[in-house]
């Protein structure tokens, strides 16, 4: 069974940092292009990171580019955000999900919230 | 950018409807267009990518049409559990983008 497990979403004052941590399990992780997705009440899903299968390609939304690194640990199973200067725009549920094929995403995290505030 | 436009931004129907929803695209993006269900508090499910093509597992009442800049996911007739907030995105280019959603409520 496919599983993305996502882990250190939390309180952050405004320009601090966080890393969240996505862990999969139930597929050979090394095969799959990964991405970040997420999700504002306001705003609606949003995509913010994708990483090739082996990290070769990278993309990132403009609205996190120079403050968002996105990697992987295909030894580990591990999927990672590291996030830096936050905003409170920034404040949303993260969620980790598997490419299929071209940009949609087959398997999704059960999401960490992220919350951006002083 | 490309833009995703979702109609209606909320539906009323009753368990048998059949329910069509649709997406614009700002710019064609061939058939690069998934559909997503998402129930309150869950990630969203997979239903429909490459426009047309049901994901595994997911109901054959659900199906979706279109290419170019126009799409639509149609529910042939509506189940108690098919109450939820649909969103489309297009896997064309970077970066990909959603829809704002479409509610889909008794």
């Known amino acids: 069974e496919v599983q993305l497990v996502e882990s250190g979403g939390g309180l952050v004052k405004p320009g601090g940092s966080l890393r969240l941590s996505c862990a999969a399990s139930?597929?050979?992780?090394?095969?799959?292009?990964m991405n970040w997705v997420r999700q504002t009440p306001g705003k609606g899903l949003e995509w913010v990171s994708s990483?090739?299968?082996?990290?070769?390609?990278?993309y990132y939304a403009d609205s996190v580019k120079g403050r968002f690194t996105i990697s992987r640990d295909n030894a580990k199973l591990s999927l990672y955000l590291q996030m830096h200067s936050l905003r409170a725009e920034d404040t949303a549920v993260y969620y980790c999900?598997?490419?299929?094929?071209?940009?949609?995403?087959?398997?999704w995290g059960q999401g960490t919230l992220v919350t951006v505030s002083s | 950018d490309i833009q995703m436009t979702q109609s209606p931004s909320s539906v009323s129907a009753s368990v048998g409807d059949r329910v069509t929803i649709t997406c614009r695209a700002s710019?064609?993006?061939?058939?690069?267009l998934a559909w997503y269900q998402q129930k309150p508090g869950k990630a969203p499910k997979l239903l429909i990518y490459?426009?047309?093509s049901l994901q595994s597992g997911v109901p054959s009442r659900f199906s979706g049409s279109g290419s170019g800049t126009d799409f639509t996911l149609t529910i042939s007739s509506l189940q108690p559990e098919d109450f939820a907030t649909y969103y489309c995105?297009?896997?064309?280019?970077?970066?990909?983008?959603f829809g704002q959603g479409t509610r889909l409520e008794i």
């Open positions: 490459s426009a047309s």
């Open positions: 710019q064609g993006i061939s058939n690069w």
């Open positions: 995105q297009q896997a064309n280019s970077f970066p990909p983008t």
């Open positions: 990483i090739s299968s082996s990290s070769s390609y990278i």
């Open positions: 139930g597929f050979t992780f090394s095969n799959y292009n």
């Open positions: 999900a598997r490419n299929q094929v071209e940009m949609e995403s087959d398997y």
